[in-house]
């Protein structure tokens, strides 16, 4: 029998944060559950409440996928991706944790093994949780053209996307659920050499 695989989304529950930058891990597992559900025994829903996380199941391959969205606000989200790890025996490196992430360009995406947080605070609740920062994750860029280092990034998290930001936000989407499948049906290694890339440069007009 195949292991299961957990994917984590880190986001803020209720209305008010629906589309904010903080929000976009949950909306990479969104698009996802969108792209599977053209094979309709899959789940078209992620609410099924466990752990205190919203989760629903998917198969990637011949994998089963646990897809979670913790609901105790970004800044408690280890404790939830603790409980579901330790109640589906799930070892960390089986997991791959969504987040948005200021450092990098709206239109990038990174997927790392392992690292600190750069700052983003659900990220460092699961590694305060778990102790250790030994785990996958998928980091998505936020950060706009009139994002400026040193500005209060707890008030800009919360912003909702630019409608030029949001256009380029799509790809990065569909690009973030490749990323998710091949992780999870050909290893870490080789999601990371496929993704890890910048985009192509616009050729001059």
Avoid at 80 to 99: D, I, T
Avoid at 155 to 180: G, M, N, Q, W
């Amino acid at each position: 029998m195949t292991e299961l695989t957990l994917v984590v989304g880190l986001g803020n529950p209720g209305d008010r944060y629906v589309g904010t930058r903080h929000n976009v891990g949950w909306e990479v597992l969104d698009a996802l559950v969108r792209r599977l559900a053209s094979d309709p025994p899959r789940p078209t829903r992620i609410d099924r409440l466990d752990c205190r996380a919203l989760t629903g199941r998917v198969k990637i391959g011949a994998t089963p996928v646990l897809l979670a969205k913790p609901q105790t606000y970004m800044n408690l989200s280890g404790e939830s991706v603790k409980g579901l790890l330790l109640k589906h025996a799930v070892p960390p490196e089986r997991m791959l944790v969504v987040s948005d992430d200021v450092a990098l360009p709206v239109g990038r995406l990174r997927i790392r093994p392992s690292g600190s947080s750069g700052g983003q605070k659900g990220l460092q609740n699961v590694i305060d949780c778990l102790g250790s920062d030994g785990f996958p994750r998928l980091r998505i860029g936020i950060a706009g053209d009139h994002f400026r280092p040193g500005e209060d990034k707890a008030d800009y998290v919360l912003e909702r996307f630019s409608k030029a930001e949001r256009a380029a936000l799509v790809p990065v989407l569909a690009t973030a659920c490749e990323a998710i499948e091949t992780f999870v049906a050909e290893g870490l290694d080789v999601a990371m050499n496929r993704f890890n890339r910048s985009p192509e440069p616009v050729p001059a007009s």
